[in-house]
C-alpha cells in the first residue's frame, strides 16, 4: 500500500509541476509589501457501534485542529507566527498537542541579510510542562506574498470568461493591477481600490464595451476579497542560539543550537510547493538533537476541488533513550471539495511509520472545516 500511495504522490506532484508556465511567473513580482495571512478551522468526529452487548469494540472520537500563518516583510523589517494546534476524543480520553513560533527580523541596510530574534513554544498532554525556547541569530532571504499577482491574473481571466475583454491582459497592466490590490490598506474602502483596478483595465483598451459595467466591478470585487488561494514565494537560511527556558520532559534548562531552510514557490497559478528542513540541538550534538523536514505541494484542479500531497520526516535523538535514533516517516495525501462560504469537506489518506513500529500506521478520515480568512 506505501508503494501505491508513494507512486500517486510522485504522480500529482509531478503533473501538477507539469501544469505549464505563466506570461508573468508569480515569484517574479515584489509587492510594496508583504502581508500574509491564513487560518483553517477543521473538525472530523468518528462513532463505532458494534454488534456486541458489552461494547467491547465502541469507538467515540472526534478532533479540533487549528492552522495559523501570520508573515508581515518591509524593506527593513518583518515578522512571522505560525501555530497549529490539535484537540481531540477518543474513549473518553481529552489529549491535545500544539506548537507555536514567532520570529522579528531585522535586515541590515534594506537588503537580504537580516538578524531576527523569537520564541517557541510546545505543549502536548504528554508533556510534563510546557516547552519554551528563546532564540537570536542571523540569516539570509526573503518571503514574498504575491497573492495580488495571482487576484489580478484571475480577475483578467474572468473577464476573458465573461467575453468583457477582447483579449487577454498584458503583462504591464497585470502587474500595475497587483501592485494596487498589494497597496489594499492604503486605500479608505474597498470600492475605490475596485475603481482604480477598473481604470488601469480599461486604459488598455482591450474592455468591449470601452468601460466596465456594473456587473464586472462585483466580480472584481468578490475577487479581491475571496480568501484562501494565498501564493507565498521566496527563501531564507538562518541559524543561531537560544536558550530552553522550560523542558517539556522535566529536564533543566538547556542551552541550545538551531538551523534552519525554508523554500516556497507557486510553479502556476492554481499551485503551491513549501518545503521546510530544520535542525535542533543541545552543545552535546550527538546525545541531543532532532532534525525534522517537509516537503507539501498543493493544486487546485477546478473551482471545487484541490488536493495537497506531503512528505514529513523527524529524526530525534534524546539522553539516556535508544543508542540509535527515532526516525519517523510520514505521507499524506489530502483532496479538498469546497462549498460556499468558506465550508469544505476533506477525504484524508495518510500512512505512519516509526523506525520502533512493527508495520505502518494506515488511516483514512473525512471531516469539515472553515476557512476564516
Not at 12 to 27: D, Q, R, S, Y
Not at 163 to 174: R, T, V
Not at 222 to 240: F, M, Q, S, V
Request: proline share 4%; with cysteine.
Amino acid at each position: 500500500m506505501r508503494k501505491v500511495l508513494a507512486l500517486l504522490i510522485a504522480g500529482v506532484l509531478l503533473g501538477g509541476l507539469a501544469a505549464g508556465g505563466l506570461a508573468v511567473p508569480l515569484c517574479s513580482y515584489t509587492p510594496p509589501e508583504s502581508r500574509y495571512g491564513a487560518l483553517d478551522l477543521g473538525f472530523s468526529y468518528r462513532s463505532f457501534d458494534d454488534q456486541y452487548r458489552d461494547n467491547r469494540s465502541n469507538t467515540i472520537g472526534g478532533s479540533f485542529v487549528l492552522d495559523f500563518l501570520n508573515l508581515f516583510d518591509s524593506a527593513s523589517y518583518g515578522y512571522n507566527a505560525r501555530a497549529n494546534a490539535r484537540l481531540s476524543y477518543n474513549q473518553g480520553e481529552m489529549s491535545y498537542s500544539g506548537l507555536g513560533t514567532g520570529n522579528y527580523q531585522l535586515y541590515w541596510e534594506k537588503g537580504d541579510i537580516f538578524g531576527f530574534g523569537g520564541a517557541v513554544l510546545r505543549l502536548s498532554s504528554a508533556y510534563r510542562a510546557p516547552g519554551v525556547n528563546i532564540i537570536t541569530g542571523s540569516g539570509y532571504g526573503r518571503f514574498r506574498d504575491v497573492t495580488p499577482l495571482a487576484k489580478a491574473m484571475r480577475i483578467g481571466g474572468m473577464l476573458l470568461e465573461m467575453k468583457s475583454l477582447k483579449g487577454p491582459l498584458p503583462d504591464e497592466a497585470l502587474l500595475a493591477i497587483a501592485q494596487e490590490i498589494g497597496r489594499q490598506v492604503e486605500y479608505e474602502k474597498l470600492e475605490q481600490l475596485v475603481q482604480k483596478v477598473a481604470e488601469l483595465i480599461e486604459k488598455t483598451g482591450l474592455v468591449a464595451a470601452g468601460k466596465l459595467g456594473a456587473v464586472e466591478l462585483l466580480r472584481i470585487e468578490e475577487a479581491i476579497k475571496a480568501a484562501g488561494d494565498k501564493r507565498l514565494c521566496g527563501w531564507d537560511i538562518r541559524a543561531g542560539l537560544g536558550y530552553e527556558v522550560s523542558d517539556p520532559l522535566g529536564g533543566p534548562p538547556d542551552f541550545l543550537t538551531r538551523a534552519e531552510l525554508n523554500y516556497a514557490t507557486a510553479p502556476s497559478l492554481d499551485s503551491q510547493l513549501l518545503a521546510k528542513l530544520e535542525l535542533n540541538s543541545s552543545f552535546e550534538f550527538m546525545e541531543n538533537y532532532s532534525i525534522s523536514g517537509l516537503v507539501s505541494y498543493s493544486q487546485r484542479v477546478s473551482p471545487t476541488l484541490s488536493y495537497t500531497a506531503s512528505y514529513a520526516f523527524l529524526r530525534l535523538q534524546q539522553p539516556g533513550a535508544a543508542p540509535q535514533p527515532l526516525d519517523i516517516h510520514a505521507l499524506e495525501l489530502k483532496l479538498l471539495f469546497t462549498g460556499g462560504a468558506g465550508w469544505s469537506l476533506t477525504a484524508d489518506l495518510s500512512l505512519q511509520r516509526a523506525s520502533d513500529y512493527e508495520d505502518w500506521v494506515k488511516e483514512f478520515s473525512l471531516s469539515a472545516s472553515y476557512s476564516v480568512f
